[in-house]
């Protein structure tokens, strides 16, 4: 079965770091682009960053840029992002999502697996 | 405030269409940049339900389609079943923005009355 979990998030105060994971599983990781998508509680979907097959590439929504960092290990299969200088609208639920591959370009292609999210928290 | 404009909410009667629309510009939309579709039932993570304006990933039913035309797209649900009740997302890309580009629709709520 093809599934990603995410894992730790929780509590941090403004101004710090957290790093947050996701485990895929049910397919060859090393294959697929990933992306983290967040959702502030009682908000819609917002692209946070995303990472190509190898760990080269890497993009990142404005409001991120130079806070956050996603990198994966492949041998671990095994997606992260570190999240630095985080504010209380940084808090939401972090998705791990899958890209389809459906499209050559990255930023035009569909998320087809998504995790659970792991919530975080921002807050004294 | 998104760049991709969605009714915050429609309704329908069991067995009635809906549709749930995605607008743009120029940049995005218009630029014929792919349109997806994801629903995301209470309390679970995003689902896609329609891929590059048109397609549909195996498993998803057919009652759901999406079209393109201009700077909008739709998605529409037929025969609504009580089980379709959740938010859906269009997402796309717009090539005026610095950053990923990546963008989502605000949502659309969908009540089944």
């Known amino acids: 079965e093809v599934q990603l979990v995410e894992s730790g998030g929780g509590l941090v105060q403004p101004g710090g770091s957290l790093r947050i994971s996701c485990a895929a599983s049910g397919f060859t990781f090393s294959s697929y682009v990933m992306h983290w998508v967040r959702q502030a509680p009682g908000k819609g979907l917002e692209y946070v960053s995303g990472i190509s097959t190898n760990g080269d590439i890497t993009y990142h929504a404005n409001s991120v840029k130079g806070r956050f960092s996603i990198s994966r290990d492949n041998s671990k299969n095994t997606l992260f992002l570190q999240m630095g200088s985080l504010r209380p609208d940084d808090m939401a639920v972090y998705y791990c999502?899958?890209?389809?591959?459906?499209?050559?370009?990255?930023?035009?292609?569909?998320?087809?697996?998504w995790g659970q999210g792991t919530m975080v928290t921002v807050s004294p | 405030q998104s760049v991709l404009t969605q009714p915050p909410s429609v309704s329908g009667a069991p067995g009635q269409r809906v549709t749930i629309s995605c607008t743009g510009s120029?940049?995005?939309?218009?630029?014929?940049?792919?349109v997806h579709w994801y629903q995301q039932l209470p309390g679970t993570a995003p689902k896609l339900l329609i891929y590059?304006?048109?397609n549909r990933p195996s498993g998803v039913s057919d009652r759901f389609s999406g079209s393109k035309s201009g700077t909008s797209a739709s998605l529409a649900i037929t025969g609504l079943q009580a089980d379709d009740e959740a938010d859906y997302y269009c997402?796309?890309?717009?090539?005026?923005?610095?950053?990923?580009?990546?963008?989502f629709g605000g949502g659309t709520k969908l009540t089944v009355l």
């Open positions: 590059a304006d048109t």
């Open positions: 120029s940049t995005n939309i218009g630029a014929d940049y792919d």
């Open positions: 997402q796309s890309y717009d090539g005026s923005l610095s950053g990923s580009g990546v963008v």
């Open positions: 999502a899958r890209g389809s591959g459906r499209h050559p370009v990255v930023v035009l292609d569909a998320f087809d697996v």
